[in-house]
Structure formats: C-alpha cells, structure tokens
C-alpha cells in the first residue's frame, strides 16, 4: 500500500485529515495507530481484535492498564499512548508502531456508551493524547540534549506520523462523518486509512 498522496483535496487541508485506502498496519515504522477502545481492557470486535492479534505486548500493556483502573468509568474520555513493545516488532521491523487506544466508550454492547457520550469522549481522549504525544516528545529532547537515559525505553528517534481507522464507526456504531467533525476541531494532522 502506498501511504502517499499527490496532493490532498481542499477540504483535506483545511481539516488536517487524510483519507486513504489500505491496511492500516502497514504504516511506516515508528508510526502511531490510533484506535477507539472500551473501558474494560477487552480488544475482542471489529478492528481492536486485529491490534490483538498483531501487538499482545500492547494489549497486555492496555489490559493492564484497565485493570488497574478504580472504576472502568475514569478511563473514558482520557487515551494511552502505549510505546512500541520488543515482543511485537522482534523480527518484524515493520511493526514497529505505537498504539494510541482512545477511550470512547465504557463498555460494547448492553453496556456500550451512547452515541453522543462517544463523541464527547472522543473530542477529551484526542486531547488527553495530544497531551501525551507532547509530553513523550519533551522526554526524548531532554534524552537528546542531556544524553541521559530519560527516553531510553522509548527511543530517542520518537514517532513518526499518526495513522487511524475510522475510529467508533465499525462497534461502536457512530457515523464517521459525526467522529470525523470532533476530530477536525482538535485540529491533529492524521492519516484515516480505510481497508481496501
């Protein structure tokens, strides 16, 4: 898949979203795929069990996080920006990602969030995320300036650009034009690739 484009349309531009066709995971290495998860530490329908199955160092990591949780209900609207894990990208070079899980709903199904507390959710976890790109950013400049070991468990090379599914549009169920509109506002440059 070619993650390139010649030029992207106008409304592309003003929104700092790109769309595209293909397989998310074949972004460059040290990309972040961003993707909406629940509360309660289950990658188990639509896109999150294809994460599952290609990073289970960066599930346990979310799992974990989860689990650690008082009540599953503070995660919502807040993300985890989870660094590349040896145990996924070990003699696989190319998947090398960061995860950034979103959390936009507490539960799936009977205990799934509605759809406008899923939008609500979204616009916080994309600020909370934008947070912790900045603040994973500030550590491996710090490493680099002070040649510490400050960013050694993230790398002093960071991330490259964000990639995402149309996040809360396969179970989540919400339109993607209505998550694309609170993404837009947060104004964060990304790659939306939609499967082939």
């Excluded at 912790?132 to 991330?159: C, N, P, W």
Aim: net charge neutral; with cysteine; hydrophobic share 35%.
């Amino acid at each position: 898949m070619d993650f390139t484009r010649q030029s992207p349309s106008k409304s592309e531009a003003m929104s700092r979203i790109t769309e595209t066709k293909g397989d998310l995971f074949q972004a460059p290495p040290n990309s972040i795929l961003m993707h909406a998860c629940n509360c309660m530490g289950q990658w188990g329908g639509g896109i999150a069990t294809a994460f599952r199955s290609k990073y289970p160092a960066a599930y346990e990591v979310y799992r974990s996080h989860c689990q650690r949780a008082e009540k599953m209900e503070s995660l919502l609207g807040t993300a985890l920006l989870i660094p590349p894990q040896e145990g996924d990208y070990k003699g696989k070079p190319n998947r090398r990602h960061w995860i950034a899980c979103l959390f936009t709903s507490v539960g799936v199904g009977f205990t799934q969030s509605s759809q406008a507390k899923i939008l609500d959710a979204t616009a916080k976890s994309g600020l909370s995320l934008k947070c912790e790109m900045a603040e994973v950013q500030r550590d491996i400049e710090s490493a680099k300036t002070h040649g510490g070991a400050d960013g050694a468990d993230v790398g002093t090379e960071g991330f490259g650009d964000l990639y995402a599914c149309r996040i809360n549009s396969g179970i989540f169920m919400v339109p993607w034009e209505k998550t694309k509109e609170v993404l837009e506002r947060l104004r964060m440059k990304m790659t939306v690739v939609e499967s082939d």
